[in-house]
């Protein structure tokens, strides 16, 4: 596996797992607040979406020069 698919794997697994985490501290908020991730709430969400411009930005840019 190549560095350039490794990336893209690690931007789809990071961007799943904070999007989860996300989903747990928006629809679980007494669980979240219990583990004291409460305020974490809002830097989740917009991890989340930086995440994705992101992996959009470099999926584009390297989109001429991968492989399949």
């Not at 991730?37 to 989340?48: R, S």
């Amino acid at each position: 596996m190549s560095l350039k698919y490794f990336h893209i794997v690690f931007l789809v697994f990071a961007i799943l797992c904070d999007g989860a985490f996300w989903l747990w501290l928006n629809f679980m908020p007494e669980d979240a607040a219990a583990a004291g991730a409460a305020g974490l709430k809002n830097y989740a969400g917009l991890l989340c979406v930086a995440l994705l411009a992101y992996g959009v930005w470099y999926l584009v840019k390297k989109m001429r020069t991968i492989i399949v």
